[in-house]
């Protein structure tokens, strides 16, 4: 079974707060062979491996990949 969902946690730099955004799985394989997740609005883009290694992806020319995000895996939706 593979991993449908996962929240991407991104924290500030001090490190006392972060944002999350949840990410669904696409059709789309990542420059290292991984699935690419996306948010709703396919801006938030991310390659993660199968032991949870996220790699930001670039969806627009004026974006700054994080260095540091945690993926956090999320239950299945019940059918």
Avoid: C, N, W
């Avoid at 001090?14 to 991984?34: M, W």
């Avoid at 670039?58 to 019940?78: N, T, W």
């Amino acid at each position: 079974m593979s991993v449908q969902r996962y929240e991407l946690v991104f924290p500030d730099d001090e490190g006392t707060d972060h944002d999350v955004v949840v990410v669904d799985r696409t059709e789309a394989k990542g420059p290292g062979g991984h699935p690419v997740y996306a948010d709703a609005s396919g801006i938030v883009r991310a390659e993660i491996s199968d032991r949870g290694e996220v790699r930001m992806l670039a969806s627009g020319g004026q974006q700054a990949p994080m260095r540091r995000v945690e993926a956090r895996l999320l239950p299945e939706d019940p059918v």
